[in-house]
């Protein structure tokens, strides 16, 4: 059985820099890409960043880029989010999440798996 561990989340001031970290377990496919979302209250779930496992691709929302930074360990199968300068308007739920495969690595519709997700708060 998939599962993915988010950690790392907290309460941080507006400026501060948090890491959020995820573990994989139970992944028995190859996997294409592993990606962060994110989803405030009220509002959808919304793509932050996403990392091709084998070339190490990166995509970012244009509302993080310069400020996360997404990195992977492919032997140990983990999945990190750096984040700095945060903004009250990263206050969200940050979820983990594998794909199998994928052609748009900003589409929540092609992830297989998802975290339980951690909350990130940070307070202007």
């Known amino acids: 059985q998939v599962q993915l561990v988010e950690s790392g989340g907290g309460l941080v001031q507006a400026g501060d820099s948090l890491r959020l970290s995820c573990a994989a377990s139970?992944?028995?496919?190859?996997?294409?890409?592993m990606a962060w979302f994110r989803q405030a209250p009220g509002k959808e779930r919304e793509f932050v960043a996403a990392?091709?496992?084998?070339?190490?691709?990166?995509v970012y929302a244009d509302s993080v880029k310069g400020r996360f930074t997404i990195s992977k360990d492919n032997a140990k199968k983990t999945l990190s989010l750096q984040m700095t300068s945060l903004k009250s308007e990263d206050t969200a739920v940050y979820y983990c999440?594998?794909?199998?495969?994928?052609?748009?690595?900003?589409?929540?519709?092609?992830?297989?798996?998802w975290g339980q997700g951690t909350q990130v708060t940070v307070s202007s």
């Open positions: 990392i091709s496992w084998i070339s190490s691709r990166t």
């Open positions: 999440t594998s794909t199998r495969y994928s052609d748009d690595l900003m589409r929540s519709s092609d992830y297989n798996y």
């Open positions: 139970g992944i028995t496919f190859s996997v294409y890409a």
